[in-house]
Each structure stands twice: as C-alpha cells, then as structure tokens.
C-alpha cells in the first residue's frame, strides 16, 4: 500500500504541474498514460465498470469522475480537480487535487482552500480512539462554517487489493458515531465540497457527476492508513507521513 500510495502521488503531481490553460482534459488522460509508460503499474479506472478513461477530471461544476475528452478545454479561471488511482503490485493507490487554472476568481481560490482545510480536519481526527462518524463531523462542520456544502452521495471508502472496499467514509455526520477506527484499516477521505448546493445530477454518461445549480465544486483526497498511534497518509512521496498540496503551489495565501 505504501508503495502504491507513493506511486500514485508521485504521478499526480507530474500530472498537476503541467496544467494549463488551453489544454484538454484529454491531453491530462494522455500525460497519465505517459506515465506509465514510462514507470510502470495499471490505471485503476480504465474500464472499470466501463469508465472509458485512465483518470477521471472534474472541471468546474462537474463533482467527480468526469470523463477526459479532446473538446473539453481548459480556460483561464478554471478549476479542474484531477484523480489518480493506480495499481501497483496487486494494491492500490488513490488521490485527488483540485487546482486553478490561470486567474480563478476569489470565491474559487477560497473554495479550494476550504476543501483542502477539511480534509487536513478530518485527517488529524484519524486514530483508534475515533470512529468513522468523526472524520465526517470534522469536514461538515468546517465546510458549512464556511458557507458551502459537502457532497452527501459520494463517499470515500476502503481500498486494498481491491478499488473500493468497506467501509463506506461519509463526508458528513456526528462526532462518535459509526464504526469504530482499527490500526491496520486503510480508506480514502475525499471530500467534495460545493460552492452551492450540496445536490447532486448524473449526466447522460452515466458517470459524470455535477452540482444541481452548476457551481463550483472542489475535492482533495488521500488514502489513509490507521495506526496504533493515529494515522499514516500513503499517497506521498516520503515515509514521514508530512503532505501538502500535490504539484505546484496553485493556493495563494488568503
């Protein structure tokens, strides 16, 4: 797991730092390829459940697993949120960022930083004195303080040899409640967080995911380990469990 994590995040870092303005969602699916290409493992969404694709974007109001394609063009203000999920050796590794593109307005800057400020909360509440309903309570309370909203119908989840796995890890909920966190349980957090409403359309693809009013949406994930002393982020590139945004620093100071 940890060398899956470190693969992943290695990659979607490479990915990041490239984005620009004028690039197609499909050109982020070609640098994925690219990658492995040249370092190896497995793209875990392609043909999974028949997502077409090697990485799923999420460009402005799309929420996630927006599927790359060659008209789709990135433009000055953007956000597109990026996740990469690889396999390596037989388990799997599984992050997300979401980052501007040119000169987003302030709103979308703060919806960024808010979105990277929950999941940073709800990591710090991972240990084996809490439970599922903790990490939830964390990111809603900070999100909705905030003035936006979580994303109720998509979760984070267990993964391993598997993508995804038990147990279901809501964004959302009440301090103390749920199952109880184990050393040796490893999950993605990945809140998404909305600029308006936290409801939810899928599109005629059957994949792509976009908010109800068509505001901006932003998500930041990581997979996780428990420990007997907290918690152990897998998707970095040391063994010191330290992280911060993945690629280039795309956050200005507030």
Avoid at 137 to 158: C, K, R, W, Y
Wanted: charged share 20%; proline share 4%.
């Amino acid at each position: 797991m940890r060398k899956a994590g470190r693969q992943a995040a290695a990659c979607l870092q490479w990915i990041l730092a490239q984005v620009e303005v004028g690039m197609s969602t499909q050109d982020i699916d070609d640098l994925q390829r690219a990658w492995i290409k040249t370092h190896g493992g497995i793209a875990a969404p392609l043909n999974y459940r028949g997502f077409p694709k090697s990485i799923c974007t999420s460009r402005n109001e799309v929420i996630c697993h927006g599927i790359p394609n060659r008209k789709e063009i990135l433009q000055d203000g953007d956000i597109i949120g990026i996740d990469v999920t690889l396999i390596i050796d037989g388990f799997y590794g599984d992050n997300a960022a979401t980052i501007a593109v040119g000169r987003p307005r302030d709103e979308a800057v703060r919806l960024l930083h808010v979105t990277l400020e929950c999941l940073r909360r709800a990591i710090a509440t991972v240990s084996p004195e809490h439970r599922l309903g903790d990490i939830g309570h964390a990111i809603q309370s900070h999100a909705e303080a905030e003035g936006f909203s979580v994303v109720q119908d998509f979760v984070g989840h267990g993964i391993g040899r598997q993508f995804h796995e038990e147990p279901q890890v809501c964004h959302y909920g009440q301090p103390a409640t749920g199952v109880r966190l184990r050393p040796g349980m490893t999950f993605t957090i990945e809140p998404m967080i909305n600029e308006g409403t936290h409801r939810t359309k899928v599109l005629a693809d059957g994949w792509t995911a976009i908010t109800a009013d068509k505001k901006l949406s932003a998500q930041f994930e990581h997979t996780i380990a428990v420990t007997e002393s907290g918690v152990e982020i897998l998707t970095v590139q040391n063994d010191q469990g330290t992280w911060e945004v993945p690629g280039r620093a795309t956050l200005p100071e507030r």
